[in-house]
């Protein structure tokens, strides 16, 4: 029988050291690609309007679903309009559920404009993702799901019931959707909790979250006046009325920018307004009648209200400043899209707490810590998702994205979102779910859903 010296065992025990390290490494980056690979398939999914693919994408979260022994349901509301709800039963089925929302549409992308093509979902040297939807937001549908595929590998064991929810229409408005199912006996059914939804990219190490969002106001202008030869100089004609009204609309945009760039408030504490669209002119086969001032003109206005602003003074201010009819002016608000509250049912501003009355930001605050993130200051989303329909309902929604370090690309050219964030997202969600799942504070007679 061969003797080892203590050289030759410390040589064995080196090599055996190596080789387990090897191929665990090997393990980890063949895991790693599969996840990749994963998100890819979703993104070159067609879901962008105006003919969203919602059968090929219904069928592969439900392919997935499978594969991680969830219960699925589909529901159509509107019929051609699915919502897949996917259940992870919890070991303390009476406690309020985590719902983990999340949108299966996008916007369209000119394909000319992108430097890889926006349905590829192609990786670059870099590791940056290419595709619609890499941030807006088919990440996080997909970290949810390799979260929860990671948690149950552990043989973690939620004790409230986890609902991953995808549903349509959200990039246009979210009416047969969101809305329509938070007011649903299938959404009742749920006996949700809290609610995450979407948020936004950061471009700092900070991650952002969001309680609140301003609500769109979509506004049509119009105003009218006698047709006039074009080089005739008269007051109250159509387009002059129309570009006094576009002047005080530009002089209050500028208003609540200047506090933007002042550092005096974030994007989404002011009104913010931007023209969408201007109408008038008489065409003509070679373009328009240049010599001929038109009896007609309109433009429409996007505006986002934040919770926190004075409503009934804006309205005064489009009546009485911006469309006046001693101008022969009039004005229709949410011609595209319902003109949404920024209150409740109770008349208070449909927030969602940051404080000590509500646990579940707190938990979410030490589940990013917890999985090495940094958390931002809490901040009124920019824009609109289809959280502000759960909160109208009475429930906590946090609007959030684990992106750190991204440049916020949703709805623009060459969207894309770094590998590595998209792997550290993940990781960040393992956390939030862990802690969401796992907390058992018991309903106190009179307290509300937020401090659940």
């Known amino acids: 029988m061969m003797k080892l010296n203590r050289g030759s065992i410390f040589l064995i025990a080196f090599l055996l050291s190596t ?25 070159q999914i067609k879901t962008n309007h105006p003919t969203p693919n919602y059968t090929q994408s219904s069928q592969f979260l439900i392919s997935l679903s499978k594969s991680l022994s969830l219960e699925s349901q589909t529901i159509e509301l509107v019929p051609g309009k699915p919502i897949i709800i996917l259940k992870w039963a919890g070991t303390s089925p ?19 404009k992108w430097v890889h093509h926006p349905f590829k979902a192609h990786v670059d040297d870099e590791g940056r993702i290419y595709a619609r939807g890499s941030q807006d937001m088919k990440c996080v549908s997909m970290q949810y799901l390799e979260a929860v595929r990671i948690l149950k590998s552990w043989d973690f064991q939620p004790k409230r019931t986890v609902y991953l929810v995808f549903a349509p229409d959200e990039e246009i408005g979210g009416h047969d959707g969101a809305e329509k199912f938070s007011l649903s006996k299938d959404f009742q059914d749920l006996n949700v909790g809290i609610v995450l939804d979407e948020g936004l990219a950061s471009p700092d190490e900070h991650y952002r979250a969001f309680y609140a969002e301003r609500s769109p106001w979509w506004l049509v202008i119009k105003a009218v006046g006698a047709p006039g030869h074009g080089s005739k100089l008269y007051d109250n004609s159509a387009m002059e009325n129309l570009l006094k009204s576009i002047e005080s609309i530009r002089r209050f945009r500028a208003s609540q920018f200047d506090l933007i760039k002042a550092g005096l408030k974030a994007e989404g504490d002011v009104v913010s307004i931007n023209m969408a669209f201007l109408k008038a002119g008489t065409p003509s086969p070679t373009g328009f009648v240049m010599n001929l001032q038109p009896s007609e003109a309109e433009a429409g206005f996007d505006i986002r209200v934040p919770p926190t602003a004075d409503a009934e003074s804006l309205e005064r201010r489009i009546a009485e400043e911006w469309a006046p009819s001693c101008r022969n002016m009039s004005f229709r608000l949410g011609q595209f899209k319902q003109k949404l509250s920024v209150l409740d049912a109770s008349g208070k501003p449909v927030i969602t707490k940051t404080d000590s009355s509500n646990p579940w930001w707190a938990l979410l605050e030490n589940a990013v810590q917890e999985s090495g993130g940094k958390l931002g200051k809490p901040e009124i989303f920019p824009a609109s998702t289809d959280a502000r329909y759960f909160r109208r309902v009475g429930l906590p929604a946090i609007g959030f994205s684990p992106m750190a370090n991204t440049p916020i690309l949703l709805h623009d050219h060459n969207e894309y979102l770094h590998k590595d964030e998209y792997l550290k997202g993940i990781k960040v969600y393992e956390s939030i779910i862990k802690a969401y799942a796992s907390f058992d504070e018991r309903v106190k007679d009179g307290t509300s859903k937020d401090e659940l």
Do not use: C, G, K, W
């Open 19 to 43: 080789l387990t390290s090897l191929q665990s490494s090997s393990s980890s980056s063949s895991e790693e690609s599969n996840i990749i690979s994963r998100f890819q398939q979703y993104l």
């Open 94 to 112: 009476e406690l309020p559920s985590i719902m983990l929302y999340s949108h299966t549409d996008v916007v369209p992308a000119e394909h000319d």
